[in-house]
Each structure stands twice: as C-alpha cells, then as structure tokens.
C-alpha cells in the first residue's frame, strides 16, 4: 500500500498528546502509520481482548487493557499526555454487553444508557473521555486516501442486474442501519437475502450464499444516516473480497467518503481478477451527530 502522506488533518496540529485506543484487525496499524507519516507517535491503549500482540513491534508506548477497564484506560492516556485519541479496529459486538467485567466507570456508564447499542456505549465512552480532557477525533483522520470517492472503482461497472440489485439493497440498507442493526445487506434478484446484525459483514455474506444455494449476489454496505465518523466508520478489506468471491457475490456498493477500503490497490485488483464490480455513491447523509465534527471505528 503507498505511504499515506498528505496534509495535516483539520485538528489541533500538536504532534503530541495524541492516543490509539486500538481492537483487532489492521486498522490500528493504517492509523499508527498514517500518524507517523506526520511526526506524530502515539500512545496505545490496546484491548487485550481484541488487540494483536504485533502492535507491540509497531508502537514505541504502549499499554494492555481489558474491555471493562475503562478508569485504568483513562488514568494510562492522562499518564501519557494525552488529549486527542483515534479509537481504531473492531470490537465484536457481542463482547462488548456479554464478554466483559466493568470497572465502577463503566458500570455507571451502562446503567445509564438509553439502550444497549454498540453506537450509544461508544457515544457515552465518548462522553466520558471529554470530561476527562481527551477529545476522541475522526478515526479516518489519518487516513483519507483510503476513503473513495463517488464511482466506479473497478474495472467493470456493475450491469443492469446488479444495478437494479444495489438500488433495491440501498433502500433496505439505509433503514437497517438507521435503526443500528447491521449497515450490510446481501440482495439477489431484489430480494434481501441477509442483513447484518452483529456477526459483522463477511459472515453475512457466508450465510446469504448458504441461503441461495449459487446463485449470484449483491452486497450493498453502507454508512449510518447520523454516521459518527469517531468509531463503527464501514471498513471493507481483503478478506471481504475473498469472501464475495467464494459466494458468488459479484458486485459490491459502499458509500463514497465514509468506507475505509483497506489495501485499496490490493483489493481493487483482487475484485477485478474475480470480475467483481465495486462502486461508491454517494451517501445519504442526515445532520451530523453532536461531537463528530473534527474528531473516530471499532468495527
């Protein structure tokens, strides 16, 4: 992947103070090196529950947290310096209510939630890190040249099926995610096949292929109509791609500025060696929620 090196991002310019509060997957690696390519080294707060042991090797200041340790996490960035953080990699969903032991911190903070969802318990960590003096920022800050632009980015645009297919899929997949079920859907023949809940986008489409039995798909995934851009920003990579490939899925839609294409050359290249069609448009975007100008996705 080429260096992702480009202007500073519209925050505070001090190369200090900045923290990863990192889950699995490649993310916090993109956003270690996407902040480096600026001067900046970050603090890591790693979950160990999700986190790669690899990150060691790549951050010079890094710590180990449980999912429930919300108070030591706190205490470690204000140990740091810290005062601008990038929440970075997915979290599983069903860890996050089923799978931890909150600290007196968190605890307080899920008694007080309106509703057990993954977009109100990060909103409130949110909530928490800015009375504490950490602003939690735009997680893609780092990494723009990530994010596609409106069209197509294949080589092959989807054909009348499949188009008529991402227009129907769009429709369902706007309100699933406005009711923050799932932001993926898998559509054959206009008809929704499989909405993602919290099994996450890959084993969606595993199951949607089981369902039909060969027959072609369509994967459309998309961004939240209040999409706070401080965490559970859509992310495709690899591994997606792979799996569309094994299931018979032979377009995919996302929305342009808001899905992180890990691998972006890599992955391009991989969808038209399967003479898959991917295609960006524009999203359908509602006013932004409280708190994500200017500044984070654990997904």
Known sequence: ????????????????????????GRFPFLVLEGARSQGIEMAVIALKEEASPELEKSAKRLHW????????????????????????????????????????????????????????????????LQDEGIQLVDSTLFLKPLLP???????????????ADIAYGHNVARQIAGMDIGQTVVISDQACVAVEAMEGTDETIERAARIVGGKPLVVVKVSKPRQDMRFDVPVVGLPTIEQMKSSRATALAVDAGRTLLFDRQQLIALADAADIAIQAFAPAIAAEPKGAAGGINIK
């Open 1 to 24: 992947m080429p260096s992702i090196i480009h202007a500073m991002p519209e925050t505070n310019a001090n190369t200090t103070g900045w923290g990863l509060i990192a889950g699995n």
């Open 65 to 128: 947290v449980s999912l429930g340790e919300l108070s030591k996490a706190i205490d470690l960035m204000h140990k740091e310096g810290v005062t601008q953080a990038v929440m970075a990699g997915q979290v599983k969903h069903n860890k996050i209510f089923s799978a931890i032991r909150p600290d007196w911190k968190l605890a307080k903070l899920l008694f007080s939630l309106p509703r057990k969802s993954t977009d109100a318990l990060i909103g409130g960590i949110a909530r928490v």
């Open 149 to 163: 632009e409106p069209g197509v980015l294949t080589r092959r645009a989807p054909n009348e099926q499949e188009s």
